[in-house]
């Protein structure tokens, strides 16, 4: 029974490590997401900030009509390859266009991309529409919409919120909307997080 409780005891301790090594690379990665923007290049309005205030949870007026981005869809070659390959194509795409750089949504809100954004946006469950969104970040980005603004659910320290927007889209002759996520950090400042699945965004 001692050894048992020692086990389980230990296995307690090696699990609350983990945990805070997890936090800690999570903290790290956001510390090096904001970093990586250069804020010399990119002048701040009269309240220091990138992007504009406004309370979380309110509409905001669009200040110029969005336009929709056409795709060709022939933008990465050949689809038929590992989705892994064509994800690591458009990130390396991405990351010499977009990356250090900042974007104005039709709200007015600018929008800072970082090279740790593009690659969270298509690390997890990548697929053809977001691989080939991203070629074209800048655009979808200046042409997003705002859907609605909520709290950060992993209750992030430095996150002040969430906010969720879309840009229309075609794709060859398909139709469809890119969904944006934007933490916004507590100093004001925003950033490019990632892309939702088409449709998804601002449901539920």
Known sequence: MEAERCHDAALGVIYAVIAILLRL??????????????????????????GSGGESGKKRESKRE????????????????????????????????FAGRSF????????????QGIKHGLSEDANPTKAIAVTKLGDILSNAKFVKTDKDYRIR????????????????????GIGIVVREHKDGNRYYDHFEAPGTVGEG
């Open 157 to 176: 320290s430095d996150i002040k919120a969430v906010h969720f927007s879309k840009t229309d889209a075609t794709i060859g002759s398909k139709k469809t």
């Open 104 to 115: 104005e949504a039709t709200d007015g809100s600018k929008i800072a991309v970082t090279w």
């Open 66 to 97: 969005p336009k929709t981005v056409e795709f060709s869809g022939n933008e990465l070659g050949d689809m038929n390859r590992p989705m892994k390959e064509i994800a690591r194509e458009a990130m390396n795409i991405a990351r010499e266009k």
């Open 25 to 50: 690379k999570e903290s790290f990665q956001e510390t090096t997401d904001a970093s990586e923007f250069k804020e010399g290049e990119h002048p701040r309005d009269e309240d220091g900030k990138f």
